[in-house]
């Protein structure tokens, strides 16, 4: 992952994002500290507070519970351990901290917590893991790395996740605006926010205090280290015209997959086989010509559901599901991909679509549990990491999108990145 700095301004609706490729995976697969899966057995990842699945893993020190879930497609069962990583505020392991300093019980366990899929045609093993437990509990606010790996060491990693703890210092007051160039004005939204430190000093805000922004959870395309413009009194204001900008995009296509039993409004054909299920979808339309019309979402994100059945993470099932993107002519210099939380917002081999001459659309087939999707395309130009979503979805100010503010605090001698407080506000409600 990149980290953009404070002034990166997101034009064009570009991003960068790390690519994965899953054919390559081996056990040296070294780690990189964002959300990734490392496997190519590993499928339907979800990590959120418990109770709430299109939640954020962001958890106040004192309160609530995280739940990870995965399925193993090979439907045997592993043995699977993890562990935690404090990191610093830009995502990398915090030098100075050892695990004793953040862990509160054993630095490793088990993840024995499995069950097998029942009545799915799609064999599976279902793993979950709360987290704090009576075995791991952390003890310090901060960013963090959830590490599940294989019993041959933390170098044959299974997946990464990224999930923060908050210990709540100060107040944050935002709002999303239409972004202040003129260029960018019917494209892009602008956030304006305020930290309010009353009763919590802090001595230099220019050297002990960071913001990071992310939109619709979107990891990668990240503005951090973004420092106060303006400090006044227990104030701190950050009211860049024209420099915190992200691209409001369109609102996300929605797939709805929670029964296989009929088609809802974007399945043309289910087919039962020997193998399965398989899904085509309709073609989906480049909208980047098309006005903004509002639609409910999830702004990214995918929840697990089988309407008619209870214990969705055992009793869901899979379909191989193939996605089309009509186009009269293949670009000649990039890839087209299928983005959301589904992919964890990586460039994924099997989400990158393959043009068809003879239908004149761009396919992929993936195995998708029963559930209910959101996704964009984007355009990949050939041998960068530099994802437009703009080419093919286009972007408008008026775009429904929720927008997660973290700030950062290390005082002179601290030895971590503390966070002081998390703030999600959306661009409509705001």
Known sequence: MRILPVFSILLLSTFAFSQE????????????????VYKNYIASVKFHIIGAELTLPIIDITDGRLVLSFDDLEADVKDFYYTIVHCDKNWNPSEDLNEMDYIDGFSEEELDNYAYSSNTLQPFTSYQLALPNEDMRWTLSGNYILK???????DDLVLTRRFIVVDSKVKI????????DIKQIDSHQEVDFAINHKGFPIVNPMQEVSVSIMQNGMWPGMIS????????????????QGKI????????????LRSFRY????????????DGTDILLKSDEFRIET???????????????????????????????TFSLSTETPYENGHVYILGKMTDWQLMDKFRMAYDDKSRTYKTSVFLKNGYYNYLYAYVPFGKETVDFSTIEGSTYETDNDYTIIVYYKPFGGRYDQVIAAYTLNSIDN
């Open 21 to 36: 490729k899953e054919d390559e995976y081996v056990s040296s697969n070294p780690i990189t500290y964002e959300d990734r």
């Open 148 to 154: 599940v790996y294989t019993d041959e060491g933390e």
């Open 173 to 180: 007051s935002a709002d999303v605006t239409r972004a202040f």
């Open 225 to 240: 280290n973004i420092k106060p413009l303006f400090i006044k009194n227990e104030r701190l204001e950050y009211d860049y």
């Open 245 to 256: 900008v992200f691209s409001g995009l369109k609102e996300y296509r929605n797939l709805d």
């Open 263 to 274: 088609r809802t409004d974007r399945v043309a054909e289910i087919y039962e086989t020997r």
């Open 291 to 321: 006005p903004y019309i509002y639609e409910m979402d999830m702004n990214g994100n995918f929840f697990i559901e089988n309407i008619y059945e209870r214990q969705e993470d055992i009793r869901a099932d899979y379909a191989l599901t």
